[in-house]
């Protein structure tokens, strides 16, 4: 198994930038292989897709929420996934999750992905 522990988290203005950070320990021998992703939860809301990065990170999604706003970066080396937040919105305000993938490619279904962090909070201010 893989432990996944997401940081950077943490509270700024609308129109502010954050960048998370994704860093797996563990079982990361073959961590390269899978694909991975972030999601988020907001109070009362179901835990929602918002960017994958493929095995080898020459492909991305985004939700149509964050397209243009956020970008999803892997370094294998280091065993780290980056979530870069610009142009930041109250609406972005929830705990985010990085997760691996079951697969070398995957996109925005939960079920997709096997291993999750534990979270992150983000929160922004109007």
């Known amino acids: 198994q893989v432990q996944l522990v997401e940081s950077g988290g943490g509270s700024v203005q609308a129109g502010g930038s954050l960048r998370l950070s994704c860093t797996a320990s563990g079982r990361t021998f073959d961590h390269n292989n899978y694909a991975m992703g972030w999601f988020r939860q907001a109070p009362g809301k179901e835990r929602e897709f918002v960017a994958s990065i493929n095995w080898n990170g020459d492909s991305t999604s985004y939700s149509d929420s964050v397209k243009g706003r956020f970008a999803i970066s892997r370094d294998n080396a280091r065993n780290t996934v980056t979530l870069q937040m610009n142009k930041l919105k109250p609406e972005d305000t929830a705990i985010y999750y990085c997760?691996?993938?079951?697969?070398?490619?995957?996109?925005?279904?939960?079920?997709?992905?096997?291993?999750w962090g534990q979270g992150t909070q983000v929160t922004v201010s109007s």
């Open positions: 997760a691996r993938a079951y697969t070398p490619t995957a996109n925005q279904n939960s079920y997709d992905y096997g291993s």
